[in-house]
């Protein structure tokens, strides 16, 4: 196609490769050609397969996912990680770790949560949107017996701390904004509007511009009780 970059096609998808890390928009082009408007990216699989890019409609891949050097590549990549694991995991929190789309912040509450380092981030990386909250709250439905671990995050760091302390309030606020969140974003509603002084991102924002303030608030309340 271009010497720039080369597209494989299968299973539905695209895989995008390029000798660096930008996508030329040729390329861009040449993958909407290829599998269609109504497509996303997925990294994990462009991680699992050495792709710089994979895209295809959820169907297609999710079917990728499927095949068995995909699903043997993706295992072998987290063995390392599942060998160092102390404690007993959901089938559903093994399959976050072997195809789960990750971050440096859900990384961090990872390795805080079960001291399991996946190779990526090792930086203590703490949720700035809403959105990285609720990435948090997926990975947590996958084994919510990593609740009972939840305040260890606290000593992450001061942003960490405070997001911890607030973090009821936080996925309150959440719910209101985005009630459909756990559903697949085809099937999700649009977000409400937020309300004035509720809206989860506007918390998150005051929250993370003043965190020791939000700590050491909790701390009297705390000592108050």
């Given amino acids: 196609m271009n010497a ?13 490769q390029t000798p660096d890390d930008g996508i030329p928009p040729m390329a861009m082009s040449a993958l909407t050609a290829l599998v269609g408007m109504d497509v996303v990216a997925d990294r994990r699989l462009a991680d699992i397969t050495g792709a710089s890019l994979v895209t295809g409609s959820r169907e297609a891949l999710a079917k990728l996912r ?22 007993e995991i959901t089938p559903e929190f093994k399959d976050w770790l072997v195809f789960g789309i ?16 996946l190779g990526g981030d090792m930086s203590v990386a703490h949720p700035t949107r809403t959105s990285h909250l609720l990435a948090c709250r997926l990975m947590l ?26 973090w009821d309030r936080l996925c309150a606020a959440a719910d209101v904004d985005y009630p459909e969140w756990r559903q697949p974003r085809k099937k999700r509603g649009p977000g409400r509007p937020p309300s004035p002084g509720t809206s989860c991102q506007e918390m998150l924002d005051q929250i993370l511009a003043n965190p020791d303030a939000v700590a050491e608030s909790d701390t009297v309340q705390e000592a108050a009780e």
């Avoid at 095949?67 to 160092?84: K, N, R, S, Y």
Wanted: aromatic share 6%; glycine share 2%.
């Fill in 4 to 16: 720039d970059f080369t597209v494989t096609y299968r299973n539905g998808c695209a895989l995008l």
């Fill in 66 to 87: 499927t095949c068995p050097d995909i699903i043997a590549a993706a295992e072998t990549a987290v063995a390392p990680a599942l060998a160092e694991l102390t404690i």
């Fill in 102 to 117: 990750r971050h440096p912040f859900t990384d961090a509450m990872c390795r805080a949560l079960t001291g399991v380092d």
């Fill in 141 to 166: 439905d996958r084994m919510p017996a990593l609740q009972a671990r939840f305040d260890t995050l606290a000593s992450l760091s001061p942003e960490w701390r405070a997001i911890v302390v607030s």
